[in-house]
């Protein structure tokens, strides 16, 4: 038996984490090209397309974040995409708080679904892979 395999990604875990990874690089694609639409998605509508860089950065962010995961994913670094994962919980927790205070809590609930959600799967993945 391999000492190391507990350390390994199961294949369904990479499955799902590619996919969640993909759609997260997709959501930063949309708020890159359509930063207008991708703010009232994020949660804070902009009518001035002054803060679009700002909404772009934000794009640019969750790209990197999902090759990132996707990287980790590829290299079967178990502990390094929980760790990543974890991470980008803070990140959403932060976003739902942010969106909370300006928006409101309507607008920041997903925020905080992607806080529960990321939580779990970096646990999960850390504990059982």
Do not use: C
């Amino acid at each position: 038996m391999d000492p190391t395999a507990a350390l390994h990604l199961a294949t369904s875990t990479k499955i799902v984490a590619t996919i969640a990874a993909l759609v997260f690089s997709g959501i930063g694609v949309h708020l890159l090209l359509v930063p207008g639409g991708g703010a009232s998605f994020f949660g804070m509508p902009m009518s001035n397309p002054e803060g679009h860089a700002f909404v772009r950065t934000t794009g640019a962010r969750n790209i990197g974040l999902s090759l990132t995961a996707l990287a980790l994913i590829a290299l079967d670094a178990r502990l390094g995409l929980a760790a990543m994962l974890v991470a980008a919980s803070i990140i959403a927790g932060l976003d739902a708080a942010i969106v909370s205070r300006q928006s409101g809590a309507s607008k920041s609930a997903k925020h905080w679904v992607y806080l529960v959600g990321l939580s779990g799967a970096g646990l999960w993945v850390g504990l059982v892979g």
